[in-house]
């Protein structure tokens, strides 16, 4: 969450006032992260997370903060913006739209056991039913059409092989897009950023899901995914932990069960996780954007999992 857009201490202070949440303690810029400007907010009544978005519009922008607030509501453990007396939760700091949510306890787990990706798989099922009744609508905009577009504009910088094997599972993936079991996979507002560090735990009990600036309405089981992608691989080879993902799986599935489409296409979508990450950060490292604190990630990482998903299909 790299810092692209300075703010100071004048501007948290009027915040702070907009809100009436307490007086400035602290501000400080959050390393890491490579889309938003965010900072730790601290005032004399909490810690809050402020964040200033970079990317997405102010049209876009209430999907996201109103299916956080739709989530806590159901019980889903997520921040949730703070509104102004009007209760509008979308503001404006720096001249960029911004949003104020409650900081989550606990920390992130790097390092993830069975028991913490069983924590993950229970939590994002839950997540998923109680989002099927939230009521906007906006689609995953880095789902397909995203690839479809971003490709061309990576491949220059690819070798004969890497551009091969891109061009080849983007097409494998329109394929799969246009069948009709794709077509039944059920769907809703989903994540589609649920990695380790968008976790909190407390020992090794889950206190919640954030980071929801990805989200959009897609097929459930892309979301899972994403999570498996992630939780159960291991990072230096791009691997398949097998007893983390089954922890995951059977998690999962004790809260809502998997259809038939979901499971025949189970394979597919861990490949289209990993495309959709490797184009993704082939894209943040070759064409970074001016930030400080900016540490854009290893796109070979996902190539390699992707490379693995290809080569050893995994199933539910």
Same mark, same amino acid.
């Not at 102004?84 to 960029?96: C, F, P, Q, R, S």
């Not at 993950?120 to 939590?123: D, E, Q």
């Not at 996979?185 to 380790?196: K, Y």
């Not at 897609?218 to 691989?233: E, G, P, R």
């Given at each position: 969450m790299a810092v692209f857009t300075e703010v100071s201490k004048k501007d948290a202070r009027e915040v702070l006032r907009r809100l009436q949440i307490g007086e400035l303690v602290e501000l400080?810029?959050?390393?890491?992260?490579?889309?938003?400007?965010?900072y730790f907010l601290t005032s004399t009544q909490g810690e809050f997370v402020l964040t200033l978005f970079e990317r997405l519009t102010a049209e876009q922008l209430p999907f996201y903060l109103h299916l956080m607030k739709h989530l806590a509501h159901g019980g889903i453990p997520v921040p949730e913006p703070r509104g102004?007396?009007?209760?509008?939760?979308?503001?404006?700091?720096?001249?960029?739209p911004a949003a104020v949510v409650s900081k989550l306890r606990g920390k992130s787990q790097l390092a993830p056991e069975p028991v913490h990706c069983a924590a +993950?798989? =229970?939590?994002l099922a839950r997540m998923h039913l109680v989002g099927r009744d939230y009521d906007r609508h906006q689609p995953n905009l880095r789902g397909l059409p995203w690839w479809n577009e971003t490709v061309p504009v990576v491949l220059p910088h690819l070798d004969a092989a890497q551009a091969a094997l891109l061009q080849s599972e983007l097409a494998y993936q329109n394929h799969v897009a246009a069948s009709s079991t794709y077509a039944?996979?059920?769907?809703?507002? +989903?994540? =589609?950023?649920?990695?380790?560090?968008?976790v909190m735990f407390a020992e090794d009990t889950l206190t919640g899901f954030f980071d929801f600036y990805f989200a959009g309405v897609?097929?459930?089981?892309?979301?899972?995914?994403?999570?498996?992608?992630?939780?159960?691989?291991d990072l230096p080879t791009g691997a398949h932990h097998a007893e983390r993902a089954a922890a995951m799986l059977t998690a999962y599935q004790s809260v809502r069960q998997l259809t038939a489409a979901e499971r025949e296409l189970l394979p597919a979508m861990l490949r289209a996780g990993a495309l959709r990450f490797w184009i993704s950060r082939l894209w943040d490292f070759y064409l970074p954007r001016e930030a400080s604190m900016l540490k854009p990630h290893d796109p070979t990482h996902f190539e390699r999992v992707l490379q693995g998903r290809i080569a050893n299909p995994v199933h539910a």
């Open positions: 400080r810029g959050i390393e890491g992260g490579i889309e938003n400007t965010n102004d007396k009007y209760g509008e939760i979308l503001h404006t700091v720096a001249g960029k +993950v798989g =229970a939590m039944a996979l059920p769907r809703g507002p +989903v994540h =589609a950023d649920l990695f380790r560090d968008n897609d097929t459930w089981l892309f979301d899972l995914a994403v999570c498996l992608n992630d939780w159960c691989i």
